[in-house]
C-alpha cells in the first residue's frame, strides 16, 4: 500500500524546543527532575521522560527541590508562584507562540477588556491563558457558549494556537455580532505551525483514499487535523501508535495519506508508515505481476539498506573516485579494503548503541535484533578480509586501518580517568558534542584517501593527498550532518549532542551549504593546480547531488527510512561509476 507523509507531520517548533530543554537538562542536572504536567501531550514522550526518572507533578509542593521543567502549553500566573515559593529550579519550555497569548490577554486585562479565548475549555493551555486575566476570562468552545458571555464595552478574541482557523472565524463574527456596540478586538494566534498542517491536510486528502492521523488522545491540535479531515470528507483514523492501526479498514483502500499532531515523535510516525506499507505488500502479492516484481525489488533493496552493505559499496564508490583522483589505478582493491572496513565498523557500532537506533531507525533496530548473530558474524569476516588484502598490498596500509580501528573503538572507551574530571569536561571522544560528525567523516575519508596514497607504486605529493582527504572528508561531513539532521530527534533523546542539536536544523542547513561551496572551490582549484587528476571536472557534479538530497529531504521527498538513505549515499556510488568511466575512456 502506497503511504503519502505529510511534509508538516510530526515535532512543530515549539514542541522541539521543550524536548531540548527537557534533555538538555536530563544530561546536566543532577537533582530530581519534574515537569509540571506533562510536557507536551503525547504518551510515548511522556513515559519516555518517566523511564529516564523525569517525574509528571500535577501540583507543586512548596516543600520540593529539584529542577522542574514548566510544559510547552504554559501554565497560570498563580502556578509560576506557587513554584516560585518552593526550591525549585525552574526550566521554561513555554512555546514562545503561547507566551505571546499569555501576554496580549494580560495586557488586554489590564486595559479592562473582556478575554475572550476560543478554544477547549479542559486545555492545559486555555487554562493557562485564562490565568493572566484574573480569572475574569472567558472561553467559548461551542457556538453557543457565545450567547452566555457578559456584557463588556471592549473585548479582545484570542484562540487557541491550535484552534482551527476557520472555526474561529465563524466565532469572531457570532461574537462581534453579540458585541456591536463594544470595541471589539481580535488577533488571530493560530499558530503557523498548525495551520500549514491543517491545510496540508485538506490538500492531501484530494490525493488519497484515506487519512491516518497519529498523536496523542489528549493533543488538541491532533484531533483538529482529524476533524480537519473528516470535514474535507475522506475516512479518517486517529490513533496514538502503529498498535492501534485497524488493517481489516485499511486493506480496502490503495493509497492512505499519514500526517501526525505535532507533538508525535518521528519514529512513531515511522513506525505506522512502516506498517501501513506492509499492508500492501500483502495485497500486492496476490494482485498483479508488476506489484510482485516492485515488492522484490523493494525486499532487496530494504535488505541491502539495512544490512549496511549499501553503505559499504558507498564506500568503495568513494575509495574509487579518490584512487582515481590521485592518479592511483589498482583502485579494486582499495575500494574493496574500504568497503569492507566500513561495513564492518558500521555493524559493530550499531550493535554497540541500540538505543540510538530505537529512536532514529526503529526499521534497522528490528532487523538487527533478528539478524544479530548473521550480522555480527558477517562483520567479523569484513574486517580479517579488508586487514588482509591491506597487508597484500603494503604494511603501511594494514597499519592505517589497524590505527583506524583502534581510533574507532577509543572512540567509546573512556580514556580520561575519573580523578582528572576536575579538569577535563570529557571522559570519552564520543562525549564531545559533534564529535561524531566529524568522527564519521575523518574515519571515512582517512580510509578512502590514505589508502591510494600508501599504496601507491608512483610518487604522489603530499599536498595531492591532502586536497583528496578534504575532498573526501568534506562530502563525508554533508552525508553525516543530513544524517544528524534526520535523527535529531532521536539523537536528542539519547543525549547525544550532534551539530544541529547544538546549532538547530536550519544552521545545519546553512553549514551543509557552505561545506558544499567548499569542496566545489577545492575541486576546481586543485583540478586547475594539477594538483589531482582532471577527473575533478566531472566530479563538481557530486557537491551538487549532495545539495539536491538536502533539498528532497527539506521538501519530505526521502524523509526516513531506506529511501533517505538510498538516494543521499548514491552520491559516493556515482562518484564511483564517474570515476570508473573516467579510467575507461
Ligand atoms: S503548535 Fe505552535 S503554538 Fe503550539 S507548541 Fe507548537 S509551535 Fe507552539
Known amino acids: 500500500m502506497k503511504v503519502i507523509i505529510a511534509h508538516t507531520a510530526g515535532f512543530c517548533m515549539g514542541v522541539r524546543r521543550a524536548m531540548n530543554k527537557a534533555f538538555v537538562t536530563l544530561g546536566h542536572e543532577k537533582g530530581p527532575i519534574y515537569t509540571h504536567g506533562p510536557i507536551i501531550h503525547?504518551?510515548?514522550?511522556?513515559?519516555?521522560?518517566?523511564?529516564?526518572?523525569?517525574?509528571?507533578?500535577?501540583?507543586?509542593?512548596?516543600?520540593?527541590?529539584?529542577?522542574?521543567?514548566?510544559?510547552?502549553?504554559?501554565?497560570?500566573?498563580?502556578?509560576?508562584?506557587?513554584?516560585?515559593?518552593?526550591?525549585?529550579?525552574?526550566?521554561?519550555?513555554?512555546?514562545?507562540?503561547v507566551a505571546r497569548v499569555q501576554a496580549a490577554a494580560k495586557k488586554h486585562h489590564n486595559l479592562g477588556y473582556l478575554v475572550v479565548v476560543v478554544g477547549d475549555n479542559d486545555h492545559a493551555e486555555v487554562r493557562g491563558i485564562l490565568g493572566y486575566t484574573g480569572g475574569e476570562g472567558q472561553v467559548v468552545s461551542e457556538i453557543e457558549d457565545i450567547n452566555s458571555l457578559p456584557d463588556s464595552k471592549q473585548v479582545l478574541v484570542v484562540a487557541q494556537t491550535t484552534f482551527s482557523r476557520e472555526m474561529f472565524y465563524e466565532f469572531v463574527d457570532a461574537i462581534k455580532k453579540k458585541y456591536s456596540n463594544a470595541d471589539t478586538k481580535v488577533i488571530d494566534t493560530i499558530c503557523d505551525s498548525t495551520r500549514r498542517r491543517q491545510n496540508e491536510v485538506k490538500e492531501l486528502a484530494k490525493k488519497v483514499d484515506a487519512m491516518v492521523?497519529?498523536?496523542g488522545k489528549t493533543s488538541g491540535n491532533t484531533k483538529r487535523l482529524f476533524d480537519v479531515s473528516i470535514e474535507a470528507g475522506i475516512e479518517s483514523f486517529q490513533i496514538e501508535d502503529e498498535t492501534e492501526l485497524d488493517f481489516e479498514k485499511l486493506k480496502k483502500f490503495k493509497t492512505i495519506g499519514l500526517t501526525a499532531g505535532a507533538s508525535t515523535p518521528n519514529w512513531v510516525i515511522m513506525k505506522v508508515a512502516d506498517r501501513i506499507s506492509s499492508v500492501g505488500k500483502q495485497m500486492s502479492e496476490n494482485e498483479e505481476k508488476l506489484g510482485w516484481v516492485k515488492h522484490r525489488l523493494k525486499k532487496v533493496l530494504r535488505f541491502i539498506v539495512l544490512t549496511n552493505i549499501y553503505t559499504a559499496i558507498s564506500a568503495g564508490g568513494l575509495a574509487i573516485a579518490a584512487a582515481c583522483l590521485l592518479n592511483v589505478n589498482d583502485f579494486w582493491k582499495m575500494s574493496l579494503i574500504s568497503g569492507l572496513f566500513i561495513f564492518s565498523m558500521y555493524i559493530l557500532n550499531r550493535i554497540k548503541d541500540p538505543e540510538a537506533m530505537k529512536f532514529n531507525d526503529p526499521e534497522r533496530e528490528k532487523f538487527y535484533q533478528d539478524k544479530r548473530g548473521v550480522l555480527i558474524a558477517g562483520s567479523f569476516i569484513s574486517i580479517i578480509m579488508s586487514m588482509a588484502l591491506a597487508l597484500s598490498i603494503r604494511p603501511t596500509v594494514f597499519l592505517l586501518l589497524v590505527m583506524a580501528?583502534?581510533?574507532?573503538?577509543?572512540?567509546?572507551?573512556?580514556?580520561?580517568?575519573?580523578?582528572?574530571?576536575?579538569?577535563?569536561?570529557?571522559?570519552?571522544l564520543k562525549d564531545i558534542p559533534a564529535s561524531k560528525t566529524f568522527f564519521v567523516a575523518a574515519a571515512w575519508a582517512g580510509v578512502s584517501a590514505a589508502t591510494p596514497y600508501l599504496a601507491a607504486t608512483n610518487k604522489v605529493p603530499v599536498i595531492s593527498f591532502l586536497a583528496v582527504f578534504a575532498f573526501c572528508f568534506f562530502l563525508v561531513l554533508i552525508r553525516a550532518a543530513l544524517y544528524d539532521i534526520r535523527d535529531i530527534q532521536g539523537d536528542a533523546v539519547v543525549g547525544r549532542e550532534t551539530i544541529p542539536i547544538l546549532i538547530g536544523k536550519k544552521w545545519t542547513q546553512v553549514l551543509v551549504l557552505f561545506f558544499t561551496l567548499l569542496v566545489t572551490a577545492l575541486i576546481i582549484t586543485a583540478t586547475v593546480n594539477g594538483l589531482i587528476t582532471s577527473l575533478g571536472y566531472s566530479l563538481l557534479i557530486i557537491p551538487i547531488y549532495a545539495l539536491f538530497s538536502l533539498y528532497l529531504y527539506h521538501k519530505r521527498v526521502i524523509f526516513q527510512g531506506i529511501l533517505f538513505e538510498l538516494v543521499v549515499d548514491f552520491e559516493f556510488i556515482l562518484a564511483g561509476l564517474i570515476s570508473i568511466v573516467w579510467f575507461l575512456i
Open 405 to 428: 580501528m583502534l581510533l574507532g573503538v577509543a572512540y567509546s572507551v573512556k580514556v580520561v580517568p575519573p580523578f582528572l574530571t576536575k579538569y577535563v569536561r570529557y571522559r570519552r
Open 42 to 97: 503525547n504518551p510515548q514522550i511522556v513515559k519516555l521522560l518517566e523511564e529516564r526518572g523525569v517525574q509528571k507533578l500535577d501540583e507543586v509542593d512548596k516543600n520540593l527541590d529539584g529542577t522542574i521543567i514548566i510544559r510547552a502549553h504554559g501554565i497560570s500566573p498563580m502556578e509560576r508562584a506557587k513554584i516560585r515559593s518552593s526550591h525549585l529550579n525552574v526550566v521554561d519550555a513555554t512555546c514562545p507562540k
Open 213 to 215: 492521523i497519529v498523536g
